[in-house]
């Protein structure tokens, strides 16, 4: 298959992977700056590109005038291979068991605890359910004749991945590193050779974004209507979806200009093919009512019409400013690019619960361009490691292998017990573009009367009565 961009190349099975049960490895904003650097990334980031390309618009050459073909999701209905065949069934059988799992009629504030035994019940059977809808030679990739099958193999890797794609049982919410788990797992099993890689450029890439990661999102929203699951490291107004964002990379590419097919043609960074819906459309239900049916975009922002209520610029900024980019879908489509590895790969909250093993690894790509420091890793507190020999932990950079020696006239338990500056703790708040004036210092306002010696002056409420007075008294009959 030919592509601009390269693909995410296959393990050699006879050169098998040491497999490991994957495990976290970021901790602090030092460690975010490491996985920029890391073969993990530069997989990810290959895999998105490889299937994002394959959504973009054909021009076939095959047909009277080189006619476009759009990949609509309504059109394609037959799997592509066997394998998305299989995953799409894994989905709906996880939709099934949602039936043993009924959502809780108590009251409640936030998540529904029904979601936890659904959640159980995905844990109990995922290693049946991997053996039953993925390939023999997918499960059993590197397994030498005569090694004990309770050693790790590709089947914990896979599993722990797909087991991280649907939420949180503890927090009863689900976010953006979530869907980026079940990124990892489509791209372990592309890797390990679960995929038609010979069928034509584009075609099974199609099939993995239009038959399995679509359905995957459906399974969500049905998730997270049925048990009201909370945004995961939401922004509010200011994030682009509170739940989602691969179906607005893959959605954009869809409204693209076409490209010719087969060619190394590199994709275009501006413009839209023909008749395409405009994209200030988001904010009209009619045109997301009926474009949502066949784009992933519209069926992005369909599903936020269904869970919000209220102006769309006004639940929505993010989106609705985009929605505004006068030079097209490719445009968009190239920004939502940029955004995603800054809004997701980039940010603590997002990456630290995503697990590192063989086929995902956080060693050092030597290709990799050295990443600067930035304000958001800094904001996060150092790690904390162990001492050899005395389990208290201490500050550590990732990679820091020099001895650790305590601060003078300060024991571990003492300093253990000493908070962090709070500048380290709390990043500075942002301005927003249309301030006309800059942020005020908060410990710069004075409230009147004298401020206690070491601390901020408590704020007092309007109906606090003057220092020497003391409450007033209300008489009952």
Same mark, same amino acid.
């Given at each position: ?8 190349? /296959? ?14 490895? &970021? ?74 799992? +009924? +959502? ?8 529904? *605890? ?7 019940? /995905? ?14 030679? *997918? ?29 949180? +049982? ?37 099939? $993995? ?10 399974? &969500?929203?049905?998730? &997270?209507?049925?048990?009201? /699951? ?7 107004? @200011?994030? /682009? ?7 607005? &990379? ?53 599903? $936020? ?19 505004? *980019? ?42 990799? $361009? ?74 710069? *306002? ?16 309007? @109906? ?14």
């Amino acid at each position: 298959m030919s592509f601009n961009n390269p693909q995410l190349p /296959l393990l050699d099975p006879t050169d098998p992977l040491c497999f490991i049960t994957p495990v976290k490895r &970021i901790h602090n904003g030092q460690d975010v700056s490491a996985f920029l650097e890391s073969k993990a990334y530069s997989q990810i980031i290959q895999f998105i590109n490889q299937l994002n390309h394959s959504m973009y618009p054909r021009l076939r050459a095959d047909t009277p005038n080189a006619a476009v073909k759009i990949w609509d999701l309504a059109e394609l209905r037959s799997p592509t291979s066997d394998t998305v065949s299989s995953l799409k069934s894994l989905l709906s059988r996880l939709e099934e068991m949602m039936s043993e799992a +009924p +959502p809780d009629p108590g009251p409640r504030r936030f998540g529904n *605890v029904s979601f936890r035994k659904w959640y159980e019940l /995905l844990e109990t059977r995922l290693p049946g359910l991997l053996a039953e809808f993925l390939p023999a030679q *997918v499960m059993l990739f590197g397994r030498r004749e005569g090694e004990s099958s309770e050693s790790p193999g590709a089947k914990d890797e896979l599993a722990s991945y797909l087991l991280g794609s649907f939420g949180s +049982p503890s927090r009863l919410d689900y976010g953006t590193g979530h869907e980026l788990s079940f990124l990892a797992f489509l791209g372990s099993v592309w890797m390990l050779g679960g995929f038609d890689t010979n069928a034509p450029a584009g075609v099974e890439e199609r099939g $993995i974004v239009m038959q399995v990661f679509e359905p995957y999102l459906n399974l &969500i929203r049905n998730l &997270i209507k049925t048990y009201t /699951l909370e945004p995961a490291g939401s922004h509010g107004v @200011w994030g /682009l979806d509170d739940h989602f964002f691969l179906p607005y &990379i893959f959605g954009s590419a869809q409204l693209s200009p076409a490209m010719r097919d087969g060619s190394e043609q590199a994709i275009a960074s501006e413009g839209c093919v023909d008749n395409a819906p405009p994209s200030a459309g988001i904010s009209d239900p009619a045109i997301v009512a009926r474009e949502r049916k066949h784009n992933m975009y519209f069926s992005a922002v369909g599903f $936020i019409y269904d869970v919000k209520t209220g102006p769309f610029w006004e639940h929505s900024r993010i989106l609705y400013d985009v929605s505004g *980019v006068p030079k097209g879908w490719a445009k968009i489509n190239k920004g939502m690019m940029k955004m995603f590895n800054a809004e997701v790969l980039g940010k603590f909250p997002v990456v630290q619960h995503f697990p590192f093993g063989a086929l995902f690894s956080f060693e050092r790509d030597p290709l990799a $361009i050295a990443q600067p420091a930035t304000v958001h890793h800094a904001n996060f507190p150092a790690a904390l490691s162990v001492t050899a020999g005395q389990g208290h932990p201490t500050s550590r950079t990732p990679h820091d292998t020099r001895p650790v020696a305590s601060a003078s006239g300060v024991s571990a338990n003492a300093a253990l017990r000493m908070p962090p500056p709070l500048r380290s703790m709390v990043p500075l708040p942002m301005e927003v573009p249309w301030a006309n004036a800059p942020l005020r210092n908060p410990s710069a *306002v004075v409230v009147s009367g004298s401020q206690p010696e070491g601390g901020m002056m408590p704020t007092r409420a309007p @109906w606090a009565k003057p220092d020497g007075e003391g409450p007033t008294t209300v008489n009952s009959k």
